[in-house]
């Protein structure tokens, strides 16, 4: 057991050194990649070494490296050593949160971890939360407490909730989920800022009481996927608070940010969510599945999901029993990778860490914007900057795609105002100032 751990150990660090080095996106034949891997289950035992080199050359080297320093495609998850270890530990303890019994201090490791994350969104001390894999299922989460809160639990067919088109198609997807009519989300063009306009949603509102609908929530963007945008959270909070709507702010990718000025700045008014999403996988820098819900009402999630059997008689009570809290009853120690990483590294090298992604964005929005034949579509705001080269829609696809065949960077492409732009998002604190420069002189030549 042990051989086989340090291999795994050695492996692993061998690739993060390698990092840099290798293409941040590296594409897999299926034919070749089934040819290497399928087959039927095999039934006698083999070489543990053999296997583990089969995972280590055909299966992992095969995707996109999202905490390569270059891939600024989409959101990436510049993920951090300690967590690593923090998953491994959680794993190989086999740690059990679904009960207070099953895992007294995984759990109190969780609700630490969500009280600094309550804290640092400045929601108030009797809020609550849980994790769950990411931002999709948080918001699945979410908007189900919201709808017990508002709705009595039921998708009532007047209700409406409002978003701007910059929103993220999880919300689209939760609502539908939890049972109501696309009809029901109303999906606001957003301002030239891409923002979701107050008055836009206060307009709808109106529209929507004179035909007796039921204005129920509004979802606004902390950081939307495609540009960073921030919708105007205090004011949207306000009208919410005067009509007796819920808000939910879906911060997966931008809340972290409120851990440096700059971001606090950009992000006020995310203290007055009635319930807030943000994903520690992406801007926390902890490797895959960790998101966390806060909702500002004490003991909703439990009204919302708390789960009774007689199989569990022997393990209420206690603390918490985070079953209770999200769809999960099997849950593991998700909490530990942040809880560990905040430990070891301190809550200063990520607001530093955080603070780097936003000025880099903004260095290649300096850069970009100096350069003949580019133009800046979205400035430099949380970390992500979204600009177009001379030319039609194609032709950013075409820049996009040949960074893809070149190896060297990853951008990505999005549409913003009808237009196809590329973008980068830079929250890698690996990320140099100069690999932003190389990459913008990459796209030129490609
Ligand atoms: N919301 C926003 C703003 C996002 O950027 C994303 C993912 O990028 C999500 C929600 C969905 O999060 P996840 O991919 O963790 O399910």
């Not at 293409?23 to 990649?33: E, N, V």
């Not at 030239?192 to 204005?215: I, K, N, Q, S, Y």
Request: hydrophobic share 45%; proline share 6%.
């Amino acid at each position: 057991m042990r051989r086989l751990g340090y291999l795994v150990v050695d492996r692993i660090v061998e690739h993060l050194e390698a990092l840099p080095d290798l293409p941040p996106i590296r594409a897999g034949d299926a034919g070749a990649l089934r040819a290497a891997l399928g087959g039927p289950p095999p039934e006698q035992p083999s070489d543990p070494e053999r296997a583990l080199e089969l995972l280590f050359e055909q299966v992992l080297p095969f995707g996109q490296l999202g905490d390569h320093p270059r891939f600024f495609a989409r959101i990436g998850s510049p993920s951090n050593y300690v967590g690593v270890l923090a998953d491994a530990a959680a794993s190989g303890f086999n740690v059990f949160t679904g009960s207070w019994t099953g895992g007294a201090g995984a759990a109190t490791v969780e609700l630490v971890v969500v009280d600094w994350l309550r804290e640092l969104c400045g929601l108030p001390g009797e809020s609550e939360g849980v994790l769950v894999s990411g931002g999709s299922t948080g918001t699945i989460t979410a908007l189900a407490a919201a709808r017990r809160a508002r709705l009595g639990g039921r998708p009532e067919p007047g209700a409406v909730v409002y978003a701007s088109d910059q929103a993220h198609a999880s919300n689209a997807r939760a609502l539908d989920v939890l049972g109501f009519a696309p009809e029901q989300l109303r999906r606001l063009p957003a301002d030239t800022a891409f923002r979701l306009a107050p008055a836009a949603v206060h307009e709808a509102m109106m529209v929507d009481v004179a035909a007796g609908r039921r204005p129920f929530c509004v979802v606004a963007t902390a950081g939307t996927t495609s540009s960073g945008a921030v919708d105007p959270l205090a004011e949207l909070a306000e009208l919410c608070a005067e009509h007796g709507l819920w808000l939910h702010v879906d911060g997966a990718y931008g809340a972290p940010a409120v851990l440096c000025p700059a971001g606090r700045a950009a992000l006020r008014g995310l203290e007055r969510a009635d319930s807030l999403v943000l994903d520690p996988h992406k801007w926390l820098f902890q490797p895959y599945e960790l998101g966390c819900v806060l909702v500002r009402e004490p003991g909703l999630l439990e009204r919302t999901f708390a789960l009774t059997g007689d199989y569990l008689r022997d393990v209420t009570g206690g603390e918490v029993n985070f079953r209770d809290r999200s769809l999960q009853l099997t849950r593991g120690g998700r909490a530990l990778k942040l809880w560990l990483s905040i430990r070891v590294f301190g809550l200063a090298a990520f607001r530093d860490a955080v603070a780097r992604g936003i000025a880099l964005a903004e260095h290649a929005e300096v850069l970009l914007s100096a350069r003949p034949g580019w133009e800046v579509v979205a400035p430099a705001q949380l970390g992500i900057v979204c600009f177009r080269r001379a030319g039609d829609d194609e032709e950013q696809s075409r820049i996009a795609d040949a960074m893809g065949r070149d190896g060297f960077a990853a951008p990505s492409t999005t549409v913003l105002g009808g237009r196809a732009v590329l973008r980068l998002c830079t929250i890698n604190p690996r990320t140099t100032f100069a690999d932003v420069e190389r990459t913008i002189e990459r796209m030129e030549i490609v």
